[in-house]
Every structure is written in C-alpha cells, then in structure tokens.
C-alpha cells in the first residue's frame, strides 16, 4: 500500500512539472516518429548533410526557442566554397578547420529535409548521432521539429 501511495504521490506531482522541449524527426508524408530527443537547458541538436556541389559537410546546429519553435544558432561547414554559396552577406570567418557562416537569426516552426545517398543526412549532438538516411530511406521527406512534452509523457514514452 505504501509503495502505491508513493507512486500515486509522484504521479501526480509530475503533472505539475512544466512541460519540456523535444526535438523530432517524423516522416513528413506519414507522421511516424523516427526521432525523438529531450532538450533540456541550451541543449543542441545539428543536422548535418554534405553539400550537393562542392561537398564537405555542412552542419546546421539548432536550438529548442522559448517560442517553441527551432532556433537557428549557428552554421558551419568543412568548404570554403560551400561556406560563400550559404553566406547571406559574404560574412564568413574562419573557426579551427571549418568556416563560420554569420547569418541572420531565424527560427522555423519546422524545417523539411528529403534524405538522400548525395547528403547523408543525420543528426548530431554532444555524444551521439544519427543517421536519418538509413531510418528514413532515400528520398523520404523529413520533418524535424521541437514540441514541449509533460514529464508524464516523457516518463511513459509517448514518441520518446
């Protein structure tokens, strides 16, 4: 009985923790989860994908905004030539081995990506990644987004 109250207890004391930011990749055609991460605190997420023309790696590194929408925080790239074509005013620095392109602050409801071979996308973070070609497949339209879960539905898994 004890172990029950406290469980009850706990339960109903999550309910009233505030709501957390996730960030998701579904299948933009059927809805299914394909990803599902918390982001707590300044946690990030990148997407990174190698560029169609002059190749290297192109990482696009994102934040969960107050306004529970992502919020672009930076954009890197291992070209140079990659780092001029995204440049919105020519504005690139060079950062260790990459370049550092300086673009306006943005923040999206959602961003599309359709996966393919030529840009191997995947999803990055502070220890661990993930490949969405090979849980998605070729051609498959990508909708990350960030959402805010309750504790409860955290605990219990639903889509995380």
Do not use: K
């Amino acid at each position: 009985m004890r172990l029950f109250l406290t469980a009850a207890l706990l339960l109903a004391g999550a309910v009233f923790i505030p709501a957390a930011p996730v960030f998701l990749a579904t299948n933009a055609e059927t809805g299914a989860t394909i990803f599902c991460r918390p982001l707590p605190g300044d946690e990030r997420v990148a997407l990174v994908f190698t560029h169609s023309m002059y190749g290297g790696d192109v990482r696009e590194v994102y934040a969960a905004g107050d306004d529970g929408r992502l919020r672009r925080v930076e954009m890197t790239t291992a070209n140079a030539a990659a780092a001029e074509y995204y440049a919105y005013d020519g504005a690139v620095s060079r950062v260790g081995d990459r370049y550092r392109v300086e673009v306006p602050p943005a923040s999206f409801d959602e961003i599309v990506v359709r996966v393919d071979r030529i840009g191997a996308q995947r999803l990055v973070w502070d220890g661990g990644d993930f490949d969405l070609l090979t849980a998605a497949g070729e051609g498959a339209p990508v909708r990350l987004t960030v959402e805010r879960r309750s504790l409860v539905d955290r605990i219990f898994g639903v889509d995380c």
